[in-house]
């Protein structure tokens, strides 16, 4: 297991991630230009995350939201999210395409395609559980074991257990049970939620 969380992961993670570039190079076009024709500013938005180690790196996206939504809260905690999302990000973020660009973000070594999560640097609570139990040991990944557990609608309790879960067991079999139940669940949009939740909030105070 030491040689594949090492090493193979590793390679997987740039095969996949170059493959799934080519395969859904017209969907990213497509989104490309559906933005600029919805909305002004950029294509791509960028966002300080946590990553291994601890270390800060910029996360990519699709920009979802008009230019001047709130740069460095995350969506669950706005109390009217609606109000900022674009009429093309409520697509993209109902397929789950507007996290395509994190390829580019797996290939250059910031990312795995499975791992937890990135979350922002101002989670504080939620950074400091996780590194308690050794969450930031590995990559932040595309797709996750809380993300499959629940997505938007996992505690912060919940989500550190199971990433905790995740973290201390890599393993080849344990990622592709990881994207093959993801996949289902983009189909069907399923746990995906906006906007202010009580644990969320308790949180940020």
């Given at each position: 297991?030491?040689?594949?969380?090492?090493?193979?992961?590793?390679?997987?993670?740039?095969?996949?991630a170059i493959v799934s570039l080519i395969v859904f190079s017209p969907i990213f076009v497509f989104a490309c230009v559906a933005i600029k024709l919805d909305?002004?500013?950029?294509?791509?938005?960028?966002?300080?995350?946590?990553?291994?180690?601890?270390?800060?790196?910029?996360?990519?996206?699709?920009?979802?939201?008009?230019?001047?939504?709130?740069?460095?809260?995350?969506?669950?905690?706005?109390?009217?999210?609606?109000?900022?999302?674009?009429?093309?990000?409520?697509?993209?973020?109902?397929?789950?395409?507007?996290?395509?660009?994190?390829?580019?973000?797996?290939?250059?070594?910031?990312?795995?395609?499975?791992?937890?999560?990135?979350?922002?640097?101002?989670?504080?609570?939620?950074?400091?559980?996780?590194?308690?139990?050794?969450?930031?040991?590995?990559?932040?990944?595309?797709?996750?074991?809380?993300?499959?557990?629940?997505?938007?609608?996992?505690?912060?309790?919940?989500?550190?257990?199971?990433?905790?879960?995740?973290?201390?067991?890599?393993?080849?079999?344990?990622?592709?049970?990881?994207?093959?139940?993801?996949?289902?669940?983009?189909?069907?949009?399923?746990?995906?939620?906006?906007?202010?939740?009580?644990?969320?909030?308790?949180?940020?105070?």
């Amino acid at each position: 297991m030491g040689m594949y969380r090492k090493v193979f992961k590793r390679i997987i993670d740039l095969v996949v991630a170059i493959v799934s570039l080519i395969v859904f190079s017209p969907i990213f076009v497509f989104a490309c230009v559906a933005i600029k024709l919805d909305s002004h500013g950029s294509i791509f938005f960028q966002q300080s995350r946590v990553g291994r180690g601890k270390r800060e790196f910029k996360v990519l996206k699709f920009r979802t939201m008009v230019i001047d939504a709130p740069n460095e809260e995350p969506t669950g905690m706005l109390k009217n999210p609606n109000e900022y999302i674009t009429r093309v990000g409520k697509v993209l973020r109902k397929t789950s395409f507007d996290e395509l660009p994190q390829l580019i973000n797996i290939i250059v070594g910031d990312m795995s395609v499975v791992g937890p999560r990135p979350v922002i640097p101002k989670e504080y609570e939620l950074i400091a559980k996780r590194d308690e139990h050794g969450v930031y040991d590995v990559r932040p990944g595309l797709t996750g074991w809380a993300q499959i557990n629940g997505r938007d609608e996992v505690t912060v309790e919940s989500k550190v257990r199971y990433d905790s879960e995740y973290a201390n067991n890599v393993s080849f079999w344990f990622d592709v049970r990881c994207i093959l139940k993801t996949i289902p669940l983009v189909l069907r949009a399923v746990g995906i939620s906006e906007g202010e939740r009580v644990d969320q909030v308790e949180e940020k105070i």
